[in-house]
């Protein structure tokens, strides 16, 4: 089955997806405050990103399309007493992760068009931080209050 296989690369990715954004949004943060020039390996870091956001968000609307806990909310809409989970990951978890990709993306090719090269760290910090704020805020962790998954997971 294909389910079981989808959650283990989902969970995964999660952290190649948080991975990726700290270490973009650190260069663009450190290409601020030093005033230094934009080099490769600022825009690799940004487009590696923004490409490992979307391999998540096409893992993300299989796993949706497979999910026992999707189709149940669909089918038979239990209330939020019944368990919060099916809301989150029906609604709450797919929106806020295509809005934050959404917003990583626009700002990615922004970044990209703009002319200074502080103009483009700026850009890049700004959107990818709004983006890692929702993902952070998504993430079914341990801790949260609205779904809680292992950190990571085997075959
Ligand atoms: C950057 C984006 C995303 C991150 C970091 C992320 C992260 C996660 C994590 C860590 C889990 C828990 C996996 C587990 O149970 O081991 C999860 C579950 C899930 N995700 Fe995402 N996700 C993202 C985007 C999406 C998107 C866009 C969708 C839908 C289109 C989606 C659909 C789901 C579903 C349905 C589950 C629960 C599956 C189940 O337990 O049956 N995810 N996600």
Same mark, same amino acid.
């Given at each position: 089955?294909?389910?079981?296989? $989808? $959650?283990?690369?989902?969970?995964?990715?999660?952290?190649?997806?948080?991975? %990726?954004?700290?270490?973009?949004?650190?260069? %663009?943060?450190?290409?601020?405050?030093?005033?230094?020039?934009?080099?490769?390996?600022?825009?690799?870091?940004?487009?590696?990103?923004?490409?490992?956001?979307?391999?998540?968000?096409?893992?993300?609307?299989?796993?949706?399309?497979? %999910?026992?806990?999707?189709?149940?909310?669909?089918?038979?809409?239990?209330?939020?007493?019944?368990?919060?989970?099916?809301?989150?990951? %029906?609604?709450?978890?797919?929106?806020?992760?295509?809005?934050?990709?959404?917003?990583?993306?626009?700002?990615?090719?922004?970044?990209?068009?703009?002319?200074?090269?502080?103009?483009?760290?700026?850009?890049?910090?700004?959107?990818?931080?709004?983006?890692?704020?929702?993902?952070?805020?998504?993430?079914?962790?341990?801790?949260?209050?609205?779904?809680?998954?292992?950190?990571?997971?085997?075959?």
């Amino acid at each position: 089955m294909i389910y079981p296989i $989808l $959650l283990v690369v989902h969970n995964a990715l999660r952290w190649l997806v948080l991975g %990726s954004l700290l270490a973009s949004l650190g260069s %663009s943060i450190s290409g601020l405050l030093r005033h230094r020039t934009y080099q490769p390996i600022d825009q690799t870091l940004r487009v590696v990103a923004t490409s490992i956001a979307h391999t998540q968000l096409l893992v993300g609307f299989y796993l949706y399309a497979k %999910s026992p806990i999707v189709s149940y909310y669909w089918k038979s809409h239990p209330t939020y007493q019944d368990g919060r989970e099916f809301s989150f990951f %029906s609604l709450i978890h797919i929106g806020l992760m295509l809005t934050s990709v959404i917003v990583m993306t626009i700002g990615s090719s922004k970044a990209k068009r703009q002319k200074s090269d502080q103009q483009k760290f700026k850009t890049t910090a700004i959107y990818f931080a709004i983006g890692l704020l929702l993902i952070f805020i998504a993430i079914p962790w341990p801790f949260s209050p609205f779904a809680n998954r292992p950190l990571y997971r085997s075959f």
